[in-house]
């Protein structure tokens, strides 16, 4: 089974103390500490697991620049086969429509069985995915938790409202946009780094997707950041991680949440 994953670089909020640019357009981006996307990784893992199961090569993917490499990279040390940077001036500002047109000739330039990207991505949107697969006009699924290969269909399970589970069957090719949860994504030791380190990854740029000039923009504008101010009887914690907790379950136990 060929399978492509799309996975974006994001600021990772483990690592940085997230805030406002003086525009209050973006956030603060210098210094930032940036990693593969949350939920890119689970879908990264389901596709090794399933490319295990059955054969086949894993394809990652991600549009951005020349940085976006070390995600890149990244995933083939976690088990990826090979891995492909769309980059070009034109996709900076594209928003989550641009995103998938550009991903959809990419697809066009392959022959892949499964698509799979994060439930989350592109800022928090959710979109890419869903745009892709109406784009390329193939079945799609969202909030993937399970997978199952049939022949030449896949039984899923979408996470839905209430803790409940969905069944579907799915005929492939097809998109899946992975919840996490899905899986436990497999440690990325220094030695997986290292193996990958030198590896050729291509790189494609809008002439070479056979993109005219303009035909990747962005229908979405930024207007404004802003922090929403707290609300009436909010009140927030502060200190390390453990003294948080102690006050946390002080403040439950006297307003009778907890004994």
Same mark, same amino acid.
């Not at 210098?30 to 949350?38: A, G, K, R």
């Given at each position: 089974?060929?399978?492509? *994953?799309?996975?974006?670089? !994001?600021p990772d /909020?483990?690592?940085?103390e997230?805030?406002l640019n003086?525009?209050g357009d973006?956030?603060?981006?210098?210094d =930032?500490?940036y &990693?593969v996307?949350?939920?890119?990784?689970y879908? *990264?893992?389901?596709?090794i697991q399933?490319r295990d199961?059955v054969?086949?090569?894993?394809? !990652?993917i /991600?549009v951005?620049?020349?940085?976006?490499d #070390?995600i =890149?990279r990244? #995933?083939?040390?976690?088990?990826?086969d090979?891995?492909?940077l769309?980059?070009?001036?034109s996709?900076?500002?594209?928003?989550g429509?641009g995103?998938?047109s550009?991903l959809?000739?990419?697809v066009?330039?392959? @022959?892949?069985?499964?698509?799979?990207t994060?439930?989350?991505?592109e800022?928090?949107?959710g979109e890419?995915?869903?745009?892709?697969a109406?784009m390329?006009?193939?079945p799609?699924a969202?909030?993937?938790?399970?997978?199952?290969?049939s022949?030449? &269909?896949?039984?899923v399970g979408r996470?839905?409202?209430?803790? @409940?589970?969905?069944?579907?069957?799915i005929s492939?090719?097809?998109? =899946?946009?992975?919840?996490?949860?899905i @899986?436990?994504?497999?440690?990325?030791?220094i030695?997986?780094?290292?193996?990958?380190?030198? !590896?050729d990854i291509?790189?494609?740029?809008?002439?070479? =997707?056979?993109?005219?000039?303009?035909s990747? &923009?962005?229908?979405?504008?930024?207007?404004d950041y802003? *922090?929403p101010?707290?609300?009436?009887?909010a009140?927030?914690?502060?200190?390390?991680?453990?003294?948080?907790? #102690?006050?946390?379950?002080e403040?439950l136990?006297?307003?009778?949440?907890?004994k």
């Amino acid at each position: 089974m060929e399978i492509l *994953v799309c996975v974006t670089r !994001v600021p990772d /909020t483990a690592e940085n103390e997230i805030e406002l640019n003086s525009a209050g357009d973006d956030i603060e981006r210098d210094d =930032l500490v940036y &990693s593969v996307n949350e939920w890119d990784n689970y879908a *990264v893992e389901e596709a090794i697991q399933i490319r295990d199961r059955v054969g086949g090569s894993v394809t !990652v993917i /991600t549009v951005g620049d020349d940085e976006s490499d #070390e995600i =890149l990279r990244r #995933e083939m040390a976690m088990g990826a086969d090979k891995g492909i940077l769309l980059s070009d001036d034109s996709f900076e500002e594209a928003d989550g429509r641009g995103i998938a047109s550009v991903l959809k000739a990419a697809v066009a330039q392959g @022959n892949y069985d499964l698509i799979l990207t994060g439930a989350q991505s592109e800022g928090g949107a959710g979109e890419v995915g869903g745009m892709l697969a109406a784009m390329l006009d193939l079945p799609y699924a969202s909030l993937v938790v399970s997978i199952e290969e049939s022949g030449d &269909s896949l039984k899923v399970g979408r996470e839905i409202e209430g803790g @409940n589970i969905e069944m579907n069957e799915i005929s492939m090719p097809c998109v =899946l946009s992975i919840q996490t949860g899905i @899986n436990e994504p497999r440690y990325v030791g220094i030695r997986g780094i290292r193996k990958v380190a030198t !590896v050729d990854i291509p790189v494609q740029s809008a002439a070479d =997707l056979g993109l005219a000039d303009g035909s990747i &923009s962005s229908g979405v504008k930024r207007l404004d950041y802003f *922090v929403p101010d707290m609300g009436e009887g909010a009140e927030m914690l502060e200190g390390d991680d453990d003294e948080i907790i #102690e006050k946390l379950i002080e403040m439950l136990k006297a307003k009778g949440g907890i004994k």
